[in-house]
């Protein structure tokens, strides 16, 4: 089975305002070190008719979900894929075929784990995970927003760190998962 941990970045939490910068995907493979990979909206393949058309960026996005088996996100059932969706819809491309989707926020905070939180950053640090998240200042992420290359390096290395994490995260509270759910 293919897993991958995935993440998007976006200039605003809702699709009416925000544009997909960047999704970062991390194949999960049992006993294997992997490296995390980065679709971005300055990548010459996904630029639009303008520096905020992310409609090849979330077509791209979208497709390489559907390699896999089994994506595993964080609030991922709540954010990234209903505004990965909300931005195909937009342009008038199809949305996410529905697949395994393991969000695993839910196991957290829930009936699963009472960790105490429903952070990645406070789940990383009760598990003493050795990938980290990464902390990215406010005008970082506008100066990404307006098309500041080092500033959107610095998003997608954020976007990386959290998959890593993401996955990590995934082998510890994996036994606490008692349905999986398209």
């Not at 927003?145 to 994490?165: F, I, M, T």
Request: hydrophobic fraction near 45%.
């Amino acid at each position: 089975m293919r897993i991958v941990s995935w993440d998007l970045e976006t200039t605003n939490l809702s699709a009416l305002m925000g544009r997909i910068l960047c999704a970062s995907f991390y194949p999960i493979i049992d006993g294997k070190r992997t490296h995390p990979y980065t679709l971005r909206l300055d990548a010459p393949r996904y630029r639009g008719r303008s520096r905020i058309d992310d409609n090849k960026l979330a077509v791209a996005i979208r497709d390489e979900l559907e390699t896999y088996n089994m994506i595993v996100g964080w609030n991922s059932k709540l954010f990234d894929a209903p505004l990965l969706n909300a931005r195909l819809a937009k342009v008038g491309a199809r949305p996410l075929h529905a697949q395994f989707h393991l969000d695993l926020m839910y196991y957290a905070g829930g009936c699963s784990m009472r960790i105490g939180s429903r952070k990645l950053e406070n789940v990383q640090k009760f598990f003493a995970l050795a990938e980290s998240k990464t902390q990215i200042t406010w005008d970082n992420w506008s100066l990404a927003a307006g098309g500041d290359r080092a500033a959107l390096n610095e998003v997608v290395h954020h976007c990386e760190q959290d998959v890593k994490v993401l996955a990590a995260a995934y082998w510890r509270m994996l036994p606490a998962v008692a349905n999986l759910h398209r």
